[in-house]
């Protein structure tokens, strides 16, 4: 098979400095008493741990909450970290034992596509890590981001990971299609969910037209025997130019993931540079969790400064959650708090903590109308305790009792009870159905 052309015509991803005035009318001291300015690190989740539990509870009250995720987070999906040399070599070694590489970022470097044999590895690769996104499920930790989101507490969701598990629980994502290519950045923007840094495996892209193409049967098979497919884009145009009796073209486009390799431009880094200086001036973010990543690559490093920024201007923290301690120097006044953890765990050391954030919407809803009703009826009983208390007092009429305000005290009281079971009911209801979906 022959090398493969690639050009991409795009700006790298790379975040603007934001432009929001710095406004002192933030009174959030309270809140910025927790910021720190060194990194404060939790070598476990300890539920006596004050300081632990405040930072849970100030998550707890925050309204826009950032979110910046690695592959950390898809781990316990069954998704290899792809990037690390074990993680491919477990892959494909049987298949290729010719093949040495030094490292998993030479196996992923733009460089591939001069040298046949990683093109085929590359191809067999991408097949085996797409079959087994296939067949992952969410994790929990998935599910609390998509909670985020319902609770419309999310700002953004941003992803280093290239498997878009989100999108089975109905987070939008920014994928890489003719719609998003045809329409206006702020129509889309504005409804996505989670923002894929490094491309989206379940797309195709061809090298030479860049037109998008879905996978397939006929696609993966050709993918698994080590082959990258002809794009049937370029393959028609070239087909139109023979029936019209000119010249064919030079060559035609491969299909492949339309993901970024290292060296490589973001195929919408335009796009995502344009929204992320969107949210860092306007999304108002007053949390920011990082989630299973050692944050090495250069472009979310910068991601994190400047959103860590406008989350301590509103008081807010910012912390990490990941098994990799980070070093403290480089992140010390960006990062409050690393809690080294699995993700999984924290959440659910977080249910624990605040069973209340964990409500939905609509049961958050609903509790509000019921002790809304019942705060009514003690309105309700109270006059008409004052108005028989006056009666008694006043003895005029000298009394045949009706026992009508009696009666009306009664019925007042059996609805009260009715609520008051409703409202324990509801908040049983809650705590059996709580996250019940994350841990299937
Ligand atoms: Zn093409």
Redesign the pocket.
Known sequence: MKSVPIKREVREVDIPSPTVSRSPSFSYSQRADLQTERVMTFPQLDSSDETLSNVTKLLNRSRKIAVLTGAGISCNAGIPDFRSSNGLYDLVKNQFPELTIRSGQEMFDISLFRDELKISVFATFMEKLYSSVQMAKPTKTHRFIAHLKNRNKLLRCYTQNIDGLEETLGLIMSRDDENRRSNGFSSIWKNLNVVQLHGDLNTLA?T??F?IFEWNRFRARSFRRGELPC?P??EEKNFKRLQEGKRSIDS??FLRPNIVLYGENHPTGEFIAQGLSHDIAKGKPDFLIIMGTSLKVDGVKKLVKHMSKQVHERGGVVILINKTILADSAWAGTIDYQICSDCDSWVSYLEKEIPDFFKTQEQIDKLRQLKREASELRKQKKLLEQQHSLSSIMKTPPTTPTGKDDHTLTLLDEDMNQIKRKLINEDDQISNKKFKTSSS
């Open positions: 061809c030479k037209c037109t794009c884009s370029c035609v486009g």
